[in-house]
């Protein structure tokens, strides 16, 4: 019912920036919330941001004042600007979308590396 493709990963040298983005397509669908996790090797998928049908959004304490999510206007397609960044936000991102439904779906994921 929805595909979801990232892209802007990326190799960036510490305190640089990357803005990763992910388009939800198909039909019939109503996005309720889309969001960002990532996954390091032997780690935990983490959340990192989420954003709402009503632009309502949501931050990992990892990420608060660094990372903005952001969505178009059609409410389609999210935004992660992503500053100061660290070696340790070296992971794969994940875009993940919930409809109103209750079905998830995942994109396939971007790899980002920061170098020290």
């Known amino acids: 019912q929805v595909q979801l493709v990232e892209s802007g990963g990326g190799l960036v040298q510490a305190g640089g920036s990357l803005r990763l983005s992910c388009a939800a397509s198909?039909?019939?669908?109503?996005?309720?919330?889309m969001g960002w996790y990532r996954q390091a090797p032997g780690r935990e998928r983490e959340f990192l941001a989420t954003?709402?049908?009503?632009?309502?959004?949501n931050y990992a304490d990892s990420v608060k004042g660094r990372f903005t999510v952001s969505r178009d206007n059609a409410k389609s397609t999210v935004t992660l600007q992503m500053n100061s960044l660290k070696p340790e936000d070296t992971a794969v991102y994940y875009c993940?979308?919930?409809?109103?439904?209750?079905?998830?779906?995942w994109g396939q994921g971007t790899q980002v590396t920061v170098s020290s």
């Open positions: 993940t979308v919930l409809l109103y439904n209750r079905s998830r779906y």
């Open positions: 198909g039909s019939g669908f109503s996005i309720h919330t």
């Open positions: 954003i709402n049908n009503w632009d309502s959004t």
